[in-house]
């Protein structure tokens, strides 16, 4: 379900689009290693999956899972950081 408000803008961008369940969920994980506490990741993804699978993962992770928009087929999630 898209997200009413709006998002912050996303310190990185993940491509996943062509990739599906699991993988922009796994690819998300590693990217988010990388990154500091606080920064914000944006998966672009257009596996419908990812609706469900990544709040999931953040909800498992302690990352704040802050939201998706969608785009025809395409979706776009944020994820913060979360030490």
């Known amino acids: 379900m898209p997200t009413e408000r709006p ?3 996303p310190d990185e961008v993940l491509d996943t689009l062509g990739l ?3 993988v922009p969920v796994w690819e998300a ?3 988010v290693k ?3 506490v606080g920064q914000v990741l944006e ?3 257009d596996d419908e999956g990812i609706v ?3 709040p999931v993962w953040c909800h498992r992770t302690g990352h704040e ?3 998706l928009t969608q785009d025809g ?3 776009r999630v944020r994820v913060r950081k979360r030490g």
Do not use: F, T
């Open 73 to 75: 087929d395409q979706y």
């Open 29 to 31: 994980a590693k990217r």
């Open 34 to 36: 990388e990154m500091k």
């Open 7 to 9: 998002l912050p803008e």
């Open 65 to 67: 899972y802050l939201g």
């Open 52 to 54: 469900e699978d990544m």
């Open 43 to 45: 998966v672009l993804s």
């Open 20 to 22: 599906y369940c699991p």
